[in-house]
């Protein structure tokens, strides 16, 4: 069984700063990567910003240059530091991770941490 499970979310004014964290934690053979994903009101779920072990990163063109993802590959931690945040990012957001377990890979996702920007 794996859990995960974000915080950080909030409310806060255009222009601002948000720093979202996430743990992994549970019986795991190997940890592949860790994700984020956000969905906004009245839409689909998107990816954020993803991370791979073998630190290769990857950003929806709408957060490049203002989010930035880290993994911490030890802790099964990874955070995601939001930066110039503007109304068009308010969303839930959703940690994964991509994980192997004894009953083979898969991606374990948390409950979701709300994250609203007003103008």
């Known amino acids: 069984q794996v859990q995960v499970v974000e915080s950080g979310g909030g409310l806060v004014q255009a222009g601002g700063s948000l720093r979202l964290s996430c743990k992994a934690s549970?019986?795991?053979?190997?940890?592949?990567?860790m994700m984020w994903y956000r969905q906004p009101p009245g839409k689909e779920r998107e990816l954020v910003a993803q991370?791979?072990?073998?630190?290769?990163?990857t950003y929806a063109d709408s957060v490049k240059g203002r989010f930035t993802i880290s993994l911490d590959n030890a802790e099964a931690t990874v955070s995601l530091e939001m930066k110039n945040l503007q109304p068009e990012d308010t969303a839930v957001y959703y940690c994964?991770?991509?994980?192997?377990?004894?009953?083979?890979?898969?991606?374990?996702w948390g409950e979701g941490t709300q994250v609203t920007v007003s103008s």
């Open positions: 991370e791979s072990t073998e630190g290769r990163t």
């Open positions: 994964g991770a991509d994980v192997r377990t004894g009953w083979g890979r898969d991606d374990y």
């Open positions: 549970g019986t795991m053979f190997a940890l592949n990567g």
